[in-house]
Every structure is written in C-alpha cells, then in structure tokens.
C-alpha cells in the first residue's frame, strides 16, 4: 500500500453532477476528483431524463415552486433549506449555460418548460427532449477536464474513510488492484444513491449506497433512511437497470392503463400526476393484484413521441415497442433516496472534515418524498454552499497513517431479495424484523457483502422506528400519519445496538413458544 500525502487538497467522491461541480466551484483551489469509472459513467445523473426544475415561466415564482416542493415533502422538509434551494435555482440555470450546456429552447428562443408530478406551473428545463443528465454531464466532465487545478483519478474506488481523533484523516482507496491512502483532512462525498439494493431500479447497478457506508463506518450521522422513492413508471422488462420513462410523458397528457383499458387513476386526486409515492402505490397495487400496467401515449403524442422524447423511443424500440402505435408496459422501480448523511446548510456531516453533496446527502430539501426534478437542482445549488464550507475549512496535518486493512469489492447481490421484499413500496413490521435478523451478521462481518447489507439494515431499523405512513414511506401495520412526526437520525452503532435488540427479542419469543409447545 502506497500513502499520499495531499498537502491538504480536499479530496472528492464521486464523478456525477454533484462531484463536478464541487470540483468545479472549488477551482482554483487545487483538489482531487475521484471516480470509480469514466468522469459521469455508472453515475445517475447520466441517466436523468426529466430536467431540473425551475421558476423561470412568466407565470411562476420561488414562492409557487417552494409550496409544491413542501406539499410533496409530506410536512417533513426543512422549509430554510428548500426556499434557498429554489430561490437560487434561476441562477444554476444561467450558470450551466455559461459553462456550455444547451438546453431545448422554443423557436422564440425562450426556454421549453416542462410539465412534471405535483408541480403547478411548467417548470422543468430539459436538454436533447429527454437526456438532460446526459448533457449536463458532458458540459461539466469537459469543463473539469479544462481546470488544471482538479485532479481527476478515474477507476478509482473508495473503500474507506480514515479517522484520528473523531476527524477524518483520509482515504483508503484501489484502483488497478493496487490500495492507496491518501491522507487529507477533507472529504466531500458525492457518491449518488441507493437503487443497486434493489431487484428494479433505475440507477446503476453499483449505486447501492456505498457513501453511506464510508460515512456511517466512519461514525457519522444519517437521517431519513426510510424514505426511498419507487418511480411509478419503468420499463416493465428484463434490462437492468431497468430503463425510466420519465414522468414528462405523463406531463404530457400520457395515462396509466391496466391490460383491460382502465384509467385505474382517473379518481386519485392529480390522476397521473400525483405525487410519485401515490402513483406507484397505484401501479403496485395493481400488478400486486394480478393485472399488467401500461403507460399510454398514443392519444396525447402519437406519432410526435419519437420527436420529443427520443431516448425513451430509442429504448421502447429496443424492447419491441413502438409508443406511437401501442402502451408501454411499466412498473415500479428504486429510483430516489430522500435520505442520507445528515448535514447542516453548508454541507457538514456530524464528522469533522466530512461533508456530503447531492443524493447522498440530506439536506431536509426532499423530505418525505422528493418533488420532481428537484434532485438536480439540488446538486447544482448546494455544490457551490459545499465548495464555499470547504474552502473555508483550514488544511489541517496529521501524524504519519497507518496501513489500513483493505475492505473487499462490495457487491449487493446477496442483499437485492431481502430489501427488495422488506423495503419496497408497501412495508409491514413482521418483514422488516425479519429482514433486520438476515442484515444483521453481515453488516457486521467483513465481505464482499458488508457494506450493502449495512446501509439495508440501517434502512430497515429507520423504517421499524416510524410507525407512520408518510410520503414514500408505506407501513401496511401503520397506515395513518402521527401528527407528531420528526426526523428520525441513525449512526451505525446505533443501528447494531437496534438489531441486537430486535435478534434477543426474537430469541426470547422463540424460546417461550418451545417451551409451550
């Protein structure tokens, strides 16, 4: 093992939107840029479709996009956070066209805004019709590539995060199967989500929230873990990760059906254009039932589908479908988590020399349930808060590290079963006890499957704590909302003690019924 030091360069995790523009914010402060794979590759943001939402339309303001993203949120948003969120988002939008974005404009050369779940005004901005994140990847990865002062270190994989005296000391990384410590004493996690837990997800594979390992091994804080938004409409087929169909269809008048024709949403409250978290309870609920659920687009675009969202044509074609002439078959997939590493208005994780950027973090923007195309917004606002707290921070130095023990490669493969069943959409008390006592011992071992079962369990321990139903968090043995209800925050201590708890429970219960028997 080699051991760098950085002379104090912070040192960033993560190469989607969230990393580059960090990366970027902080510029000319020299940093290094980590990667697993090609700067934007295996990343979310590469995938997004939708847009970043926005109150640029005449007939719109921060105060009307604030209320629809505090509706969504379910009462559980840190109202502070979002109002600066969506007062500064104009401004992103100007800042990304300066740095080479182009997004869809109307032939009068205004911006084209979309139409998305529970927004009251045509916000969303978008680029190529529906590969917005494909396009504001490029732009930034080749921005960042111009900064002589980023350090990129692609196929690169964090493995962990070095802590003296509760600060973090470093990093513990491998690539080219060689391990790596680089000693710094700031560490901003940008590492995206969590659907790779999942059988049906929408994000990367490798996106299984390895973030939130690094940063819960290392004792810091999480907060809101149970709340995991399911998008309503993936493509219902054997690709993985399972292909988006961006809910801008839906913004543009497209329904969901069952295999018989029923609008099986005409008498929801917003139809197909409810929060996220109802629509797919929706759609579950039907597939649950026995009946196939097909997005159809043929009366509101017909022959003008391919033009407007050429991705999703593109993908439909693949799988056999031609969405001018026939539905789209669709179901559920892990797409969103609300959750993550606590942090304060700058980014701050409970650790010192720690923060966390984009959908690793929790802001308290999303709340319970994440408004649409408010992700990216989020990236691109508090990246430059994150780079403003980072710089600000003083580079610190340590006494010489010690070699580490280099935790394997993750892989969630053992874990996709046990979340996909406890953790989905609907969620009940018995399933998620008995997926706590599966979790338990291999978040405590030290293979390949460690670190996904970590952040499972800690999901599963938050969604046992509230016994609640609230925003994307469904309990089938609490279906009311508490009125008292609060952020819930866990550290991974915590959550061993929590399991050990509920495994003692289960052994005393055991033993009674033998007793009896």
């Not at 197909?272 to 759609?283: C, F, K, N, T, W």
């Not at 994440?370 to 994150?386: C, D, F, Y």
């Amino acid at each position: 093992m080699t051991i760098n030091d950085l002379h104090g360069r912070p040192v960033i995790i993560g190469g989607g939107i969230a990393g580059l523009m960090t990366a970027l914010h902080l510029a000319p402060e020299p940093v290094v840029l980590i990667s697993k794979a090609t700067l934007g590759d295996e990343t979310s943001s590469t995938l997004a479709q939708g847009g970043i939402a926005a109150s640029l339309g005449s007939d719109d303001s921060p105060d009307l996009h604030l209320a629809d993203t505090l509706a969504a949120g379910d009462a559980l948003c840190d109202e502070a956070t979002a109002r600066r969120v969506v007062e500064a988002a104009p401004r992103a939008i100007e800042h990304l066209e300066r740095l080479g974005v182009y997004f869809d404009h109307a032939p009068s050369g205004t911006l084209l805004l979309g139409l998305e779940a529970a927004h009251s005004r045509r916000r969303i901005v978008h680029a190529g019709g529906d590969a917005t994140g494909r396009e504001l990847v490029r732009a930034l990865a080749a921005a960042v590539r111009r900064t002589p002062s980023i350090a990129i270190l692609e196929g690169v994989e964090v493995r962990h995060l070095l802590v003296e005296d509760g600060e973090i000391a470093g990093v513990l990384a491998v690539g080219n199967g060689d391990a790596t410590t680089l000693a710094t004493n700031r560490v901003v996690l940008a590492t995206g989500g969590i659907g790779g837990l999942f059988d049906h997800t929408t994000n990367p594979l490798g996106s299984f929230g390895q973030g939130l390992a690094l940063a819960a091994r290392a004792g810091a804080e999480l907060a809101d873990l149970e709340f995991v938004q399911f998008h309503p409409t993936a493509l219902n087929g054997p690709r993985r990760p399972t292909p988006l169909i961006s809910e801008a269809v839906r913004g543009e008048g497209a329904v969901l059906v069952n295999e018989h024709g029923r609008r099986f949403l005409a008498d929801t409250p917003g139809g197909e254009l409810a929060p996220r978290d109802v629509v797919a309870r929706g759609v579950w609920r039907q597939l649950r039932a026995g009946h196939r659920v097909f997005l159809d687009a043929r009366q509101c675009l017909g022959p003008r589908f391919a033009e407007r969202f050429p991705a999703i044509a593109s993908l439909c074609r693949d799988a056999g479908i031609d969405p001018a002439e026939e539905p789209i078959p669709v179901r559920p997939a892990a797409h969103y988590h609300m959750g993550g590493v606590a942090v304060d208005a700058e980014g701050r994780s409970s650790l010192r020399g720690l923060w966390a950027c984009g959908e690793v973090a929790r802001t308290g923007l999303h709340g319970g349930n994440r408004l649409a195309s408010n992700s990216l917004i989020e990236a691109l606002t508090s990246s430059a808060w994150v780079a403003t707290s980072v710089a600000a921070a003083s580079p610190g130095r340590h006494g010489r590290l010690k070699p580490a023990i280099v935790p394997p490669r993750p892989d969630a493969s053992r874990i996709h079963p046990v979340a996909s069943h406890a953790l989905g959409i609907e969620r009940g008390g018995e399933a998620l006890r008995q997926a706590a006592k599966m979790l338990a011992p291999i978040a405590a071992g030290h293979d390949a499957a460690s670190d996904p079962a970590l952040v499972a369990l800690m999901i599963t321990i938050a969604a046992l704590r509230r016994e609640e139903s609230r925003g994307s968090h469904f309990r089938t043995d609490f279906p009311r909302r508490d009125t008292q209800s609060r952020s819930l925050r866990l550290t991974m201590d915590e959550t061993l003690e929590a399991a050990a708890v509920l495994a003692d429970a289960a052994s005393a219960t055991e033993a009674l019924l033998d007793r009896r028997a």
